[in-house]
């Protein structure tokens, strides 16, 4: 379990003792452990392994570790660790791979698998099909409960998940049984009785989040994948989905903070080069647009140059208007995300924050207003930026619960109209409500 | 299944229809139907489903839903509903009761549920014994693979999971073996023989996400709680930890937009009185700190009615710098919830910042100082925003990184350290920055 004793074991070569401490570790866990040793004691340690250990370790290895070990290891020895893999790992991993590994391992993996990967290789990316892992276990609805269970007992080792498994006629999905309805069913009632027959299921071209979302809402451990024909082609087991869960959060928040998201590589693996990258194009995109609060400020500089107490407020104001802005923005985002608000609801959202954001603004405008006549006895100012106040309050919402409503509708990722963009929008707003009343007031 | 299909019956009085109809449909599919069926209706519906059914459709319906059935059902009829529940559900519907509710519910539960349901009520919120689930399978590790199968078929029906098994001697925890271990192995080898003794559990008053992390990390289907003295008490199951995960997601990304997290609730069912309290606070606490930016500005007006040009180019300048420091703190906020980043980390991290932002820096500062020397002919001023644009992304991305490690340092959230707490700071640090170069360079 513990680094140090690992290594220190490897250095005084005690081979046995280091490979029984594997045995009782965790491949999540030897995956940890092996980023922190040197390379070759990487491949000392892996040959440690049993057969399946090993390749449950090597699914969860970064794709540098994996590398160093493919080039390291014999064709033999590859050849074992495909065998024992998961299909859809091998996939994952296939994917992330560059061209020259990708060929040396199918070079190594049979035939029949193969053609599997292949198909599996083929299915767009963020799709169902991508995830989906295609070893399950498949029943004739003629089955007695007995015969279920004993073909259970006798493939159930090599298939990810057994809990769950499906009846099919000539390929065709037509009922589901869970494990432990057939375990508390007499021997002899057929797969027929006691299968689910309206079951939930998603197509290989379905959005892997729409499988997500499934599994989560009905709770889940596995959903079928069919194709058009409503052919059984695979599972997509709850791991899995709460995989996709974390990465598709990432993705969003990532996205929300202007943010564009590159890889599913972890923040240290990313190089300084491609962070840079993948954050320069929001910041020169907002930063050019910041140019039009910058005009809108230029446009009144005779009311600054009369009244230079004025531009004291702008940050106040624009920030303000900024964060109300993504407030709204994120609770419809994270609402479009976990499907409790659809785009059919932006009248009753729109509603519902033109109300909250009067409110927010007037409790704002009252405060600021206090303060405002405390520090410089002057209720005039007070009013004119009370009035800014409401008014951007109600602007920032109403554009921070719109906007991703209506990039939903276009098909964009809502994410993307996320705070940063917002706050550029209503910056250019705040500016120019704030002058057009404070010139009016103040008769400038 | 469809709404207008059920509402029909209902109105046509095809009770025996509907009964067949909500006898196939997926409870969670039943309380959202529910949820726009009038009051009177919800109970009628709610009568006719089976037993187990109404039970299900009891813990996914709203609070709201709940109270109306638990006043309209006689007391029998909520025996069976609170027989029929898992009792973690129980729990979490009971923590969420007015007081009188809780104690009629109360008051239908048998003696031995009650104390039951007392002990997990008194578990802190957000900690493992809140979520846990009390019903499991234990084994001692004497019984045979044959005996233990007969064991699950005969109280299977009654556990919300029975895919891992649990191993007790003297109710301490010894072992784990999973449904699939079981189902693979020879009929007379024991339980002992195949049990894995080194089994991950965490618990009762560990932090829920704790247990959250390692059912996602090692892909668990369900996680053994235990006391202090290694008591087995319980069981977190996998459905349960991805409602946690989306729970805990939303409220880290309300609390990174400034909005105090009240509830579990969704948009809609927020009042817009509690949506405003909700926003309010941080609002008021950013718009009053944003005056020390406002002050700041009024600290240079010299320099900005000698110059009032350089007072366009604020907004771009601010909001570049705040929308860097979003940027730094997302991806250091999301690094610390998926535990890939941690405090130890933080020389790192920083350095690693500071190379990005450099660069970064730099590429903003070419791009705008080609357009300023476009638009004003003036390669000077183009200098000033260049270094005052550099200074600023640094600042920002420093700021950025560092505050969220700090909060979790101190045990705060590092979501409360996000875009707009940092964007205030950067704000005024940008103003001072850009006015002290400029004042220097223009010799203003």
Chains 1, 2 share one sequence.
Not at 4 to 21: A, G, T
Not at 238 to 244: E, I, N, Q, R
Not at 392 to 399: E, H, Q
């Amino acid at each position: 379990m513990d680094r140090e004793d690992i290594l220190s074991m490897l250095q005084e070569r005690q081979y046995k003792e280091l490979k029984e401490v594997l045995e009782n570790t965790h491949p999540v866990d030897i995956a940890e452990i092996l980023e922190e040793v040197k390379d070759k004691q990487i491949v000392l340690i892996f040959r440690l392994l049993e057969k399946d250990k090993a390749a449950e370790t090597f699914t969860e290895m970064n794709n540098d570790m994996r590398e160093i070990l493919i080039n390291a290891l014999t064709d033999s020895e590859l050849e074992e660790v495909m065998d024992e893999m998961y299909l859809d790992d091998t996939v994952d991993i296939l994917e992330e791979m560059p061209a020259n590994v990708v060929k040396r391992l199918l070079m190594v993996t049979d035939e029949e698998k193969r053609k599997q990967i292949n198909t599996l290789l083929n299915y767009p990316e963020d799709s169902v099909g991508s995830i989906m892992n295609v070893e399950y276990i498949a029943f004739h609805k003629e089955m007695t409960v007995e015969e279920a269970i004993m073909k259970i007992r006798q493939i159930g080792l090599n298939r990810e998940t057994i809990y769950t498994c499906y009846v099919t006629e000539q390929r065709k999905l037509i009922g589901v049984v869970s494990l432990r309805e057939l375990l508390t069913t007499g021997d002899n009632h057929t797969i027929e009785e006691i299968m689910e027959t309206n079951m939930l299921h998603v197509h290989t071209h379905d959005d892997q989040e729409e499988a997500v979302n499934i599994i989560n809402k009905y709770g889940l451990i596995a959903l079928p994948v069919v194709d058009k024909e409503m052919r059984m082609v695979g599972i997509v087991t709850v791991d899995d989905a709460m995989d996709v869960l974390q990465e598709e959060t990432t993705e969003d928040m990532n996205m929300m903070a202007g943010i564009v998201v590159p890889n599913e590589d972890t923040y240290f693996e990313t190089s300084i080069w491609s962070h840079a990258k993948s954050r320069f194009p929001w910041l020169l995109f907002l930063m050019l647009s910041a140019t039009l609060s910058g005009l809108a400020l230029g446009h009144f500089e005779a009311a600054l140059i009369a009244m230079p107490i004025l531009n004291t407020f702008v940050p106040m104001l624009t920030g303000t208007g900024g964060n109300c802005g993504s407030q709204s923005s994120t609770l419809i985002i994270r609402g479009l995300a976990t499907d409790e608000v659809e785009f059919r609801d932006i009248f009753k959202i729109l509603i519902k924050e033109l109300c909250v954001a009067t409110l927010v603004g007037l409790m704002l405008a009252v405060v600021n207003g206090i303060r405002i006549v405390l520090m410089y006895q002057n209720p005039v100012l007070a009013l004119t930026l009370g009035i800014t106040l409401i008014c951007t309050v109600i602007l920032a919402k109403t554009i921070g619960c719109v906007l991703p409503l209506i990039a939903k509708k276009c098909r964009l990722d809502p994410a993307l109209m996320a705070a940063p963009l917002i706050t550029t929008l209503v910056d250019t707003g705040t500016i120019l409500i704030y002058f057009t009343i404070a010139t009016h007031i103040f008769k400038i």
